[in-house]
């Protein structure tokens, strides 16, 4: 006869074992997404972010600045 699992048990077995899953998450996601990919060979050395999402970064900011000096300030 099968065994009878709760909800909250499976529940909490899905949480476990997407907790033990490192490469998992949003956060893993957008971290991949937005930093240039690891060095295999180099595991201490550090991950710069990408050109295209500083680039992003810089001109968010240039026009935020821009609006905010033009429309609140002047």
Known sequence: MAVQITVSEVH???????RNRADLGLWKAVA??????PNPFETKSVRR??????LFVVVSLAS???F???NFWN
């Open 12 to 18: 909490a077995m899905l949480r476990e074992y997407l």
């Open 32 to 37: 991949s997404g937005v930093m240039e990919p």
């Open 49 to 54: 972010p990408r050109r295209w999402f500083v």
């Open 64 to 66: 935020t600045a821009t």
């Open 68 to 70: 905010v000096y033009f």
